[in-house]
């Protein structure tokens, strides 16, 4: 009966992970359904330790090294005079990491093709909506400013204009594409054609660019160097030339559109102002700037912000290293690694693979917007963890 109602929650949660975003949407005041869920996952978790203790000790040293870290953050925050309210907002997020004993002991080898299938539905469904939501607004059935006022509130959304939008749960386009492209579905094609097109459509050239260097990578892993090199040229365009665009296409339809002043179109009507690059590189020199000794070491502590970002940075390694050092690095790194001799020992497979290059997905996108450390994208890191290792050859 314990392990049924485990499975009905693993289920639920990992729904809601693939559609809520960062949980806001389905909130009611402060609780919202992804923090219900997660303290019934750790409820029937302590329940299943006390029956049988079978966590693998290698998981039992991440949680001692994840406590450490936040430990040291906390500690260091306090000797540096941060509120407890931004202590709070740092470690809040964070402790997501909890809900790792309950994937371990619900989750078991013949689940992986489950998973897998939600995530695939979750993200067609999720970019449907968003094409469907695009052209309610565009057509004018839907006004842009109730829209706004309807969803502006949740802090779930970012407005590209009053054209189009990017959604925190976004980051699924780029997931169900890896896994996809790693199923034998004959229409996969077809499906990855319509996530790609969404994150297009969403003005999101960070996931463009992740995915291209994951799909780099795994072609140069496949020996396949000239498409291999083909993928890596396009990340390097988006790069040097996906700003340009942007603002081009942004004076285009500016000339185009008569419900949006030019003042708003140029540049950063599909750019997102408080998301620019220039954001990203004044994040950087501030951190740089407050580096020190003791601060490369375990840095200056939760709550301890810069001046343009006093609570959370766009980057998540830089938010990590400016807060919690090297040795909160070292933690992500560990975690890294884990997934990595977790996909080595793994019996070779098309799921291993999307397990394994979803997660490598996600850390790259972490260089240019923060999922590693937020739920979403901790929680995905988590699972597929978990997943690889109940597909090693050698249990």
């Not at 049988?52 to 949680?63: A, E, G, K, S």
């Not at 695939?120 to 999720?126: E, F, G, M, N, P």
């Not at 840095?299 to 807060?323: A, C, D, N, T």
Request: glycine share 8%.
């Amino acid at each position: 009966m314990l392990k049924r109602i485990s499975k009905i929650v693993l289920i639920a949660i990992l729904v809601e992970l693939c559609l809520g975003g960062g949980g806001r949407i389905t909130a009611l005041g402060n609780v919202s359904l992804r923090m219900v869920l997660f303290c019934i996952a750790m409820i029937l978790a302590l329940i299943t330790l006390i029956k049988r203790n079978n966590i693998p000790l290698r998981y039992w040293r991440i949680f001692g090294f994840f406590f450490l870290t936040i430990l040291i953050g906390v500690v260091f925050g306090l000797l540096n005079h941060s509120p407890l309210k931004l202590i709070w907002e740092d470690v809040k997020p964070l402790l997501y990491f909890l809900i790792l004993p309950f994937f371990v002991l619900t989750i078991d080898k013949s689940e992986g093709q489950e998973i897998a299938r939600i995530i695939k539905i979750s993200s067609v469904t999720l970019a449907v909506s968003f094409f469907l939501l695009v052209f309610l607004i565009n057509v004018g059935i839907i006004p842009f400013l109730n829209f706004y006022r309807l969803t502006e509130k949740t802090v779930e959304f970012f407005y590209r204009g009053e054209l189009t939008f990017f959604y925190k749960g976004f980051l699924f386009f780029g997931i169900g594409s890896i896994f996809y492209y790693f199923s034998d579905s004959n229409k996969k094609y077809f499906f990855i054609s319509i996530l790609v097109l969404a994150i297009i459509v969403s003005v999101t050239r960070g996931f463009l660019f992740s995915l291209a260097v994951t799909f780099a990578i795994h072609l140069f892993k496949r020996r396949l160097i000239y498409y291999s090199v083909t993928a890596a040229m396009v990340a390097i365009s988006i790069v040097l030339w996906g700003n340009q665009v942007t603002i081009n296409f942004s004076r285009l339809v500016d000339s185009n559109n008569r419900r949006v002043s030019f003042e708003a179109a140029s540049p950063h009507l599909l750019g997102g102002r408080n998301y620019s690059d220039a954001g990203r590189f004044e994040q950087i020199t501030e951190v740089k700037d407050r580096i020190s000794f003791s601060s490369v070491l375990v840095g200056h502590g939760f709550g301890q912000g810069v001046p343009s970002r006093p609570v959370h940075m766009e980057i998540s390694y830089l938010e990590i290293f400016h807060k919690q050092g090297f040795i909160g690095l070292a933690f992500w790194g560990l975690l890294a690694g884990m997934v990595l001799t977790g996909y080595r020992q793994a019996l070779p497979s098309l799921l291993a693979n999307a397990f394994f290059f979803s997660a490598l997905f996600i850390f790259i996108e972490s260089l240019t917007n923060q999922y590693i450390n937020n739920p979403i994208g901790m929680s995905m890191l988590l699972l597929f963890l978990v997943c690889l290792d109940k597909l090693k050859m050698k249990q």
